[in-house]
């Protein structure tokens, strides 16, 4: 049962760039979001969905952009990479169906912008 | 808007001794509230929570916690820490699905011989 699964585990952006970060969940949940972690501020919701083609704005959702095709994934993309979004990213998965869950987290990417 | 906070950024205990770590929080309703711990280059892992029901929750690894209404508090407690319990904790809000969770900025635990 693999769980929450994000690729890549580390990365290295210049300044400018693109990229997405990919998370995928096989624990058919509803709910998946993303966070990003800086020392001493926790973790910051960036992005949320609840359901296939239905995803929101979290507290930090500048230069991000998300979308929901799958009920399995949920990719995130930045659009112009930038030095202030070196972070660690977490994606998290919840909510099967009616039944209460806990958000379960994917291992991170590390990114680096220089 | 949901808030938390965990007023220790780091606590230093030696091993065998008690542990508490604080958290308190702001919201509207009833809220679920968690427990998560971080080990270094590590993702969460969830230690326990609280949904509804019983106030004091037992968690993983001999954790526990209690909810307290009146307080808006949801401290975390172990009887007597392991060297292995050295990490940061994080302490986190939630409601509905969970989609949007709350989290503290947490605390490190060192643990001393």
């Known amino acids: 049962n693999a769980g929450v699964t994000q690729t890549p585990k580390f990365q290295v952006l210049k300044t400018g760039q693109s990229m997405t970060l990919q998370c995928a969940q096989d624990?058919?949940?509803?709910?998946m979001s993303w966070y990003r972690q800086d020392p001493g501020m926790g973790l910051r919701l960036i992005h949320y969905?609840?359901?296939?083609?239905?995803?929101d704005q979290g507290e930090v959702p500048n230069g991000y952009n998300v979308s929901r095709s799958t009920t399995e994934d949920f990719p995130l993309r930045l659009l112009s990479a930038a030095p202030s979004q070196t972070s660690v990213y977490f994606c998290?998965?919840?909510?099967?169906?009616?039944?209460?869950?806990?958000?379960?987290f994917g291992q991170g990417t590390r990114l680096t912008v220089v | 808007a949901q808030s938390v906070t965990q007023p220790d950024i780091h606590i230093t205990v030696s091993e065998g001794a008690s542990l508490e770590l604080r958290c308190n929080y702001s919201?509207?309703?009833?809220?679920?509230l968690f427990w998560y711990v971080q080990s270094p280059g590590q993702g969460l892992q969830l230690l326990l929570k609280?949904?509804?029901?019983?106030?004091l929750v037992q968690g993983i690894k001999g954790f526990e916690a209690e909810f307290k209404r009146s307080q808006s508090s949801f401290n975390l407690r172990k009887p007597s820490v392991h060297w292995s319990d050295a990490a940061e904790y994080f302490c986190?809000?939630?409601?509905?699905?969970?989609?949007?969770?709350?989290f503290g900025t947490g605390t490190r635990l060192t643990i001393i011989p």
């Open positions: 998290a998965s919840s909510y099967l169906q009616g039944v209460k869950t806990e958000a379960f």
């Open positions: 624990m058919n949940h509803e709910y």
């Open positions: 969905s609840v359901g296939a083609g239905i995803t």
């Open positions: 919201y509207g309703a009833t809220p679920y």
């Open positions: 609280y949904f509804s029901g019983d106030t």
């Open positions: 986190a809000v939630g409601a509905g699905g969970n989609e949007k969770l709350t």
